[in-house]
């Protein structure tokens, strides 16, 4: 496990959208690297930047034409490494994404495997033996190559993907995972990472990581025995390098070999029951609304399997947002956003901020979808560095060559303002990462146990290593008998003076909790 791991947080970057410098309305790698003292001054200590490699992009850089190539619209492979570099001297980390389980149809692989004439590639892919033939329901299409067959996708149309065999052969075409064709794919995978990390990369957030083996893999053990051997590799060549899945399963994925996994916003699980079950009928019961939450009973049940069953292994990654889902902000105010960065933020393993979320982007309605965005393009628009520059700063480029609108609401944030007012959810981020980096006992590694939470109530006090955590995401006051937690509680070392809302009060025996509060106590 990379040490750094355990005080790690990070700050997710969609580069189409952070800062422009050569004003063709697209951020750049040379914008990243301006804002570097940006990330370091919020507390973020590492980076991970969603695709930057040659690609059509019809889905946003997720479609890769050349994996070990830099999109020209990013600039070049040396100002990566130069990113790299500059990023160390910070002490900030950079991880890039990785996709494994598809290629752009522009590959190379791809346009090769298509050939009638058997070559290298030929096997590169998942194809079947008749052009007129489907699966089993399986996304294949067919009459787009000379060679005869149709070929399996792994997302959209334009994403063919890449041949790991299958667990459960049942067609004379499909392979096995232990064929040498198979082989080579994991091989030629390896050969990516190894080119990137050995230009100073410090790990990578794997696209998809359980989709690789295909066909009856249903426990994964397939897929995941791919993974334990690239961090076999990894612990061997590269041990201060991360690797993180996009799984959400971390009982899985930790174990085959991740060193985190992201815990998504998947309609009623532990995660989306907290800040996004907008979807639920009879209104919005999030955790975390102030009026109409619900306890925090169907986050714990969720939640506690998958920490309980993977801590061993490695961590589980809490998200503020990502590229694939709606900022907090299309259904929680501010002071709930703050309550509810709280709780991220001093959670066991490793958080993720995603960009402009420390300002309080909006989720955007109504944008023209981009590049394969479809919904997730709202909460993909430029950053919004300063409201009085043009295009908030963000480029120079006339509005109609930006890469998606910028936010044209009158009240929409930026972080000039939000770096000019004190109750700013800015500060609340800042502060809340400042006293993760000071106690240990808020990292990735300390406990985390549930102390007080009772159906139909809202408070939920837990502990993290030696400090007690409460936080009441309602509207009234709660008032608990101490007498019901375990061990001495001391000091309250945070509480409303950094959150400016409900206040926190320890009188004798017990804890009053004020409308939408949370504190820490040692
Ligand atoms: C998950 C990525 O986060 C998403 O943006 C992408 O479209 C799909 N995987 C396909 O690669």
């Known amino acids: 496990m990379p040490a750094w791991l355990s005080d790690a947080v990070f700050y997710e970057i969609y580069p189409q959208s952070f800062n422009d410098t050569n004003g063709d309305g697209i951020g750049d790698i040379e914008g990243i690297i301006e804002k570097l003292d940006y990330v370091k001054e919020l507390g973020c200590n590492a980076i991970w930047l969603n695709p930057i490699y040659d690609s059509p992009f019809k889905d946003a850089g997720y479609d890769v034409r050349d994996y070990k190539k830099v999109a020209e619209r990013y600039g070049t492979n040396d100002d990566l490494v130069r990113l790299f570099d ?106 990516i990472m190894r080119f990137w990390l050995d230009k100073g990369c410090d790990g990578f957030r794997v696209d998809m990581a359980d989709s690789l083996v295909k066909e009856d893999d249903d426990d994964k053990s397939a897929t995941g025995a791919i993974w334990t051997d690239i961090r076999k590799m990894m612990d061997r060549d590269y041990p201060d390098a991360a690797l993180i899945s996009e799984w ?54 969720d939640y506690l399997p998958r920490y309980e069953g993977s801590r061993k292994y490695g961590y589980i990654s809490f998200i503020t947002c990502n590229h694939d889902t709606p900022r ?19 959670m066991p393993g490793v958080p993720f901020l995603y960009y402009g979320d420390e300002i309080g982007m909006k989720y955007l309605e109504n944008v023209r979808t981009k590049e394969g ?131 926190t009060e320890l009188t004798s025996g017990e804890l009053v909790l004020g409308a939408q509060s949370f504190a820490v106590f040692k």
């Open 328 to 346: 907090v902000t299309k259904a929680l105010d501010i002071s709930e956003i703050k309550l509810a960065y709280a709780f991220f933020f001093t």
């Open 373 to 503: 965005g479809y919904q997730r393009t709202g909460s993909r628009s430029p950053m919004q560095w300063d409201k009085d520059q043009k295009n908030f700063g963000f480029s120079d480029a006339e509005a109609d060559k930006l890469y998606i609108p910028m936010d044209s609401a009158a009240d929409a944030p930026s972080v000039t303002e939000a770096k000019n007012d004190p109750d700013s959810i800015y500060y609340t981020v800042k502060s809340l990462i400042d006293l993760r980096h000071t106690y240990e006992d808020l990292q990735a590694d300390a406990s985390f146990k549930k102390v007080y939470s009772k159906k139909g109530e809202r408070i939920l006090v837990y502990r993290r290593g030696d400090l007690l955590l409460a936080v009441n995401p309602g509207a009234s006051e709660v008032h608990v008998k101490t007498g019901d937690f375990e061990g001495n509680i001391m000091d309250v070392i945070a509480g409303d003076m950094i959150y400016g809302i409900g206040t």
């Open 248 to 301: 959400c399963n971390p009982q899985c994925a930790l174990k085959y070999g991740f060193h985190a996994d992201f815990y998504l916003d998947h309609h009623g699980n532990g995660y989306n029951v907290l800040v996004r079950d907008c979807e639920t009928e009879g209104g919005d019961h999030s955790y975390f609304k102030k009026d109409g939450g619900d306890d925090p009973e169907r986050f714990l049940s």
């Open 86 to 191: 500059e990023a160390h001297k910070k002490d900030i980390k950079i991880l890039l994404d990785l996709v494994p389980g598809h290629t752009s149809e522009e590959h190379e692989w791809f346009k090769k495997s298509c050939e009638a004439d058997r070559n290298e590639f030929s096997d590169r892919y998942i194809w079947t033996d008749s052009a007129f033939c489907g699966i089993g329901g399986h996304p294949y299409i067919g009459g787009e190559a000379e060679r005869e067959g149709c070929y399996m996708l792994n997302f959209f149309k334009c994403q063919p993907a890449l041949n790991y065999g299958v667990l459960n052969k049942t067609e004379k075409w499909q392979l096995t995972p232990d064929h040498p064709s198979c082989i080579e794919t994991r091989e030629a995978l390896k050969d």
